[in-house]
């Protein structure tokens, strides 16, 4: 391997990319055919199926509900039948508030029951998280076929069935955590038994909304971090305490032995990062534009995979996933949380894609999209629809949240199509800087310095305010935005800021829109833009490993510059942007890679207005016509 390094480096030399540039964890792929021996050992091997019945382990006298496990002893995730009741989903800052605490004691204790269960237990934390990534080969519960067409994991991504396939999954764990909460944990409740029991039944997996006006005050919920929590024990419901589940979990040693290969250094899960307020400004910007009337077309609200070569169709860049990539960005860069094959192993994995289906669900209220008729066909594996049957879940199965037995806050009431638009756009209002308290780690300077730099006021900017009141007149005028071929109205008038006009690449809002090819360096990566040298948002590449070296997929983001730009003076100054924004790679630990590897990258620069509105008055998004080439 010395001699392998040797060479490596002088080759590195020869393409002007340093060792600082970028430590590659394994070969790039145009030196594999080079060592091919060498390179091989650089990939993990399938996992070797353990000898023991991969079947249901049993404590005790305990008795599971029929609802995961069937008559062949296999798992499957039912439909809801019409005498259960549908309960919706609270967000987690609600699910663990004190006034919920007999729901949330059933629903921890189970998350610990279940992570506590050997991994050829198919009810086990450690079964159930292996469905999504590695270990490569361990299919679930017996399922047949390879486990995802490269046998490394059943996840969907970078693909239009990304929403929906996740679906099934979280309603997977849910199911067993019920049936744990249900058969269990509520029996050593002798008082009261009935109530916790009935407790039990309606627990439904909570989300955790990361765009809200909670999370602005409190962007990574305390249940997520803090050791012990308080609970109330059996058998009497007295006030008490335990570890608490969802902060790590310890893989079993033969997974976690595959796991070291794709880069996690301790077989206890950890994070390197947390959500920020200032990330939680740039995601609220990001979530909003998920419920804009213009982004009617599934293919570019599911996925970062780019629906054709229309660079200039904002739309594209605009995906549900691509919200879902920067999560895990900042909460996993170099650790499991930060790589498909690895993210579900960690508990907060689960809340967050709880919260994709959420917005998955609210996306379906609005605009109804949906994948094509056939692509709906498609099996969910390895997900079991019916007792006895290896008959998996599809699309139109999944279509409805309804089916699995849960709903969502916002839907109870019955409220869909545009009304739904509207208030999900208050919802996720335009974050006023002047409410933000700037804990953005990258940041070094304060706002008494940008205002002796930029010549920008101490004082809080008013623009944001300003650009949702249409001020003084209306003004009509017909814009066309670039890749649609329908017409808005937009009226809008500012004071500080102006309206897109043709040939403008002014707004209210600025966005980084990048297209990549998602193998560049064959792991995840990220996207920092910097304005004025300070890192100003990332977009995180949630890479899954290419399957031969000639993969290549052409995937879209975006980075919220907003904040940054206004900071700095220069939000409606485009002709200053090039100049003082710059674009770098960080690799899967966070460290610089050459731009030599990414010849793929394109990076633009576009504006918009949040506000505007189309003919029947509803707000929808105004893209400007032009845009700014930053890279290349």
Same mark, same amino acid.
């Given at each position: 391997?010395?001699?392998?390094?040797?060479?490596?480096?002088?080759?590195?030399?020869?393409?002007?990319?340093?060792?600082?540039?970028?430590?590659?964890?394994?070969?790039?792929?145009?030196?594999?055919?080079?060592?091919?021996?060498?390179?091989?050992?650089?990939?993990?091997?399938?996992?070797?199926?353990?000898? @023991?019945?991969?079947?249901?382990?049993?404590?005790?006298?305990?008795?599971?509900?029929?609802?995961?496990?069937? @008559?062949?002893?296999?798992?499957?995730?039912?439909?809801?039948?019409?005498?259960?009741?549908?309960?919706?989903?609270?967000? !987690?800052?609600?699910?663990?508030?004190?006034?919920?605490?007999?729901?949330?004691?059933?629903?921890?204790?189970?998350?610990?029951?279940?992570?506590?269960?050997?991994?050829?237990?198919?009810?086990?934390?450690?079964?159930?998280?292996?469905?999504?990534?590695?270990?490569?080969?361990?299919?679930?519960?017996?399922?047949?076929?390879?486990?995802?067409?490269?046998?490394?994991?059943?996840?969907?991504?970078?693909?239009?069935?990304?929403?929906?396939?996740?679906?099934?999954?979280?309603?997977?764990?849910?199911?067993?955590?019920?049936?744990?909460?249900?058969?269990?944990?509520?029996?050593?409740?002798?008082?009261?038994?009935?109530?916790? !029991?009935?407790?039990?039944?309606?627990?439904?997996?909570?989300?955790?909304?990361?765009?809200?006006?909670?999370? /602005? %005050?409190?962007?990574?919920?305390?249940?997520?971090?803090?050791? #012990?929590?308080?609970?109330?024990?059996?058998?009497?419901?007295?006030?008490?305490?335990?570890?608490?589940?969802?902060?790590?979990?310890?893989?079993?040693?033969?997974?976690?032995?595959?796991?070291?290969?794709?880069?996690?250094?301790?077989?206890?899960?950890?994070?390197?990062?947390?959500?920020?307020?200032?990330?939680?400004?740039?995601?609220?910007?990001?979530?909003?534009?998920?419920?804009?009337?213009?982004?009617?077309?599934?293919?570019?609200?599911?996925?970062?995979? /780019?629906?054709?070569?229309?660079?200039?169709?904002?739309?594209?860049? =605009?995906?549900?996933?691509?919200?879902?990539?920067?999560?895990?960005?900042?909460?996993?860069?170099?650790?499991?949380?930060?790589?498909?094959?690895?993210?579900?192993?960690?508990?907060?994995?689960?809340?967050? =894609?709880?919260?994709?289906?959420?917005?998955?669900?609210?996306?379906?209220?609005?605009?109804?999209?949906?994948?094509?008729?056939?692509?709906?066909?498609?099996?969910?594996?390895?997900?079991?629809?019916?007792?006895?049957?290896? #008959?998996?879940?599809?699309?139109?199965?999944?279509?409805? #949240?309804?089916?699995?037995?849960?709903?969502?806050?916002?839907?109870?009431?019955?409220?869909?199509?545009?009304?739904?638009?509207? /208030?999900?756009?208050? %919802?996720?209002?335009?974050?006023?800087?002047?409410?933000?308290?700037?804990?953005?780690?990258?940041?070094?300077?304060?706002?008494?310095?940008?205002?002796?730099?930029?010549?920008?006021?101490?004082?809080?900017?008013?623009?944001?305010?300003?650009?949702?009141?249409?001020?003084?007149?209306?003004?009509?005028?017909?814009?066309?935005?670039?890749?649609?071929?329908?017409?808005?109205?937009?009226?809008?008038?500012?004071?500080?800021?102006?309206?897109?006009?043709?040939?403008?690449?002014?707004?209210?809002?600025?966005? +980084?829109?990048?297209?990549?090819?998602?193998?560049?360096?064959?792991?995840?990566?990220?996207?920092?833009?910097? !304005?004025? &040298?300070?890192?100003?948002?990332?977009?995180?590449?949630?890479?899954?490993?290419?399957?031969?070296?000639?993969?290549?997929?052409?995937?879209?983001?975006?980075?919220?510059?907003?904040?940054?730009?206004?900071?700095? &003076?220069?939000?409606?100054?485009?002709?200053?942007? %090039?100049?003082?924004?710059?674009?770098?790679?960080?690799?899967?630990? &966070?460290?610089?890679?050459?731009?030599?590897?990414?010849?793929?990258?394109?990076?633009?620069?576009? +504006?918009?207005?949040?506000?505007?509105?189309?003919?029947?008055?509803?707000?929808? #998004?105004?893209?400007?016509?032009?845009?700014? +080439?930053?890279?290349?």
């Amino acid at each position: 391997m010395h001699l392998l390094s040797a060479v490596l480096a002088v080759l590195a030399v020869s393409n002007a990319v340093t060792a600082n540039d970028y430590k590659m964890a394994r070969l790039p792929s145009h030196l594999e055919g080079a060592y091919p021996q060498a390179a091989q050992a650089e990939y993990p091997q399938p996992y070797a199926q353990p000898q @023991s019945n991969y079947g249901v382990h049993r404590a005790g006298p305990e008795r599971m509900h029929e609802a995961t496990i069937g @008559s062949n002893r296999r798992m499957y995730v039912p439909v809801r039948k019409s005498s259960e009741a549908v309960v919706a989903r609270m967000e !987690v800052h609600d699910f663990f508030a004190p006034a919920n605490i007999r729901q949330s004691s059933l629903f921890l204790q189970a998350f610990e029951y279940i992570k506590n269960l050997p991994e050829t237990d198919s009810r086990s934390f450690a079964a159930i998280s292996s469905i999504h990534g590695e270990p490569v080969g361990m299919t679930y519960d017996s399922f047949p076929g390879p486990k995802g067409p490269s046998n490394r994991g059943y996840c969907k991504h970078a693909d239009p069935l990304f929403p929906i396939w996740h679906r099934p999954y979280i309603a997977l764990i849910e199911n067993v955590i019920i049936d744990v909460a249900v058969t269990v944990i509520a029996p050593k409740y002798t008082t009261n038994n009935a109530e916790w !029991v009935a407790a039990a039944r309606r627990i439904r997996f909570p989300f955790w909304d990361y765009a809200s006006d909670i999370a /602005l %005050k409190d962007p990574f919920p305390a249940i997520f971090t803090q050791q #012990t929590v308080q609970i109330q024990v059996a058998p009497t419901g007295a006030a008490g305490s335990m570890r608490n589940p969802l902060v790590s979990f310890r893989l079993p040693a033969n997974i976690y032995g595959q796991l070291q290969r794709s880069g996690m250094r301790n077989r206890e899960t950890y994070r390197s990062g947390f959500l920020s307020t200032h990330e939680v400004a740039q995601t609220r910007a990001q979530v909003r534009l998920l419920f804009d009337e213009t982004l009617e077309d599934w293919l570019a609200f599911s996925n970062t995979r /780019l629906d054709g070569d229309d660079e200039n169709n904002p739309r594209q860049f =605009h995906s549900l996933e691509g919200i879902h990539n920067s999560i895990h960005g900042y909460l996993g860069k170099g650790t499991y949380m930060g790589n498909p094959a690895s993210a579900s192993f960690d508990p907060v994995f689960y809340f967050h =894609h709880c919260n994709v289906d959420r917005l998955t669900a609210l996306y379906q209220a609005t605009n109804g999209g949906f994948p094509s008729a056939s692509l709906a066909q498609t099996p969910l594996t390895p997900f079991r629809i019916r007792d006895g049957s290896n #008959t998996a879940w599809n699309s139109n199965d999944a279509k409805t #949240t309804e089916a699995f037995g849960y709903t969502y806050p916002e839907l109870v009431n019955g409220t869909r199509g545009t009304q739904l638009s509207r /208030l999900l756009m208050q %919802k996720y209002t335009f974050v006023d800087p002047s409410r933000i308290v700037d804990t953005n780690p990258n940041r070094r300077r304060d706002s008494s310095e940008l205002s002796a730099r930029d010549g920008v006021s101490s004082a809080a900017p008013t623009y944001f305010g300003r650009a949702r009141s249409y001020l003084q007149k209306a003004v009509t005028k017909a814009y066309q935005i670039s890749g649609f071929t329908h017409r808005i109205e937009a009226e809008k008038v500012f004071t500080e800021t102006r309206p897109v006009t043709e040939g403008s690449s002014e707004g209210d809002s600025v966005f +980084a829109h990048y297209i990549v090819d998602m193998h560049s360096i064959d792991e995840p990566f990220t996207v920092n833009i910097k !304005v004025d &040298g300070h890192s100003a948002g990332k977009g995180y590449v949630f890479a899954t490993p290419k399957n031969s070296a000639s993969d290549k997929m052409m995937i879209g983001g975006n980075v919220v510059l907003t904040y940054e730009l206004a900071n700095a &003076g220069i939000l409606h100054k485009p002709e200053l942007w %090039k100049s003082r924004i710059e674009v770098e790679i960080l690799d899967f630990e &966070g460290d610089k890679v050459a731009m030599s590897y990414f010849p793929t990258l394109k990076v633009n620069l576009r +504006a918009c207005l949040f506000d505007a509105k189309d003919e029947d008055h509803n707000p929808q #998004t105004q893209w400007s016509q032009d845009s700014v +080439a930053l890279y290349p």
